[in-house]
């Protein structure tokens, strides 16, 4: 497998994971919570996410098919929610498909008595959301190896690997980089995801007219 295969794949997922855009939300949904409590939200939202990737992995394409739903229209509707997500990183917004700001209002009513922030907004759909699910299935399916699936995998992985210690140092790498600096950052890498998501449709599109 070559190696700009390799990292193509995981310039896609780091994109789609976006640990800088977590920062802020996780900021948001932690507001008033001890560094212990915010160490426990993020590793248990790492743990559910990585059990999400392994669930879409293994059997993503099933239930695609279950449905009776064609991969290569699959792709097509992955490439346009992804491609909203980039429109929406590259105007530095919160988008919806993440969390709402009514989930996150709500969510910071009840910290104190419901921990239950690393299933959602977290895990589901922050560092989970329906971009990577999507990705992750249409990733798998056009692999043509085994070796090929590993490397999607573990691209998620290690991106949310590196989201879990985005929100650890949340605050230290807010002070560093400031607001200004997030959205820069998330602006770039909002071009970058539009790229691909443009790449994805075309080639679903392809497929399906050639079908």
């Not at 993503?60 to 290569?72: S, V």
């Not at 075309?202 to 007219?209: A, S």
Request: positive net charge.
């Amino acid at each position: 497998m070559e190696l700009y295969k390799i990292i193509e794949i995981f310039v896609a997922f780091f994109i789609i994971v976006d640990p800088v855009g977590v920062i802020p939300i996780f900021i948001a949904i932690t507001s008033g919570a001890s560094k212990r409590l915010k160490k426990i939200i993020a590793y248990r939202a790492l743990v559910f996410s990585i059990f999400i990737v392994f669930l879409f992995a293994l059997f993503g394409k099933y239930i695609l098919e279950f449905l009776g739903i064609d991969l290569n229209a699959f792709q097509v509707a992955g490439g346009i929610l992804l491609a909203i997500l980039a429109y929406n990183m590259l105007n530095a917004h919160e988008t919806d498909i993440k969390t709402t700001k009514e989930e996150r209002e709500e969510i910071r009513e009840k910290l104190i008595e419901e921990q239950a922030l690393w299933v959602v907004p977290l895990a589901i759909p922050t560092l989970a959301g329906p971009a990577t699910m999507s990705s992750i299935i249409i990733f798998i399916s056009n692999s043509q190896s085994v070796l090929e699936k590993v490397v999607v995998v573990l691209s998620v992985i290690i991106s949310l690997i590196i989201a879990y210690y985005f929100m650890i140092f949340s605050d230290k790498i807010l002070n560093r980089l400031g607001t200004s600096g997030i959205n820069a950052t998330t602006r770039i890498l909002g071009i970058i995801l539009l790229s691909i998501s443009v790449k994805m449709i075309i080639i679903g599109v392809k497929n399906l007219w050639y079908k």
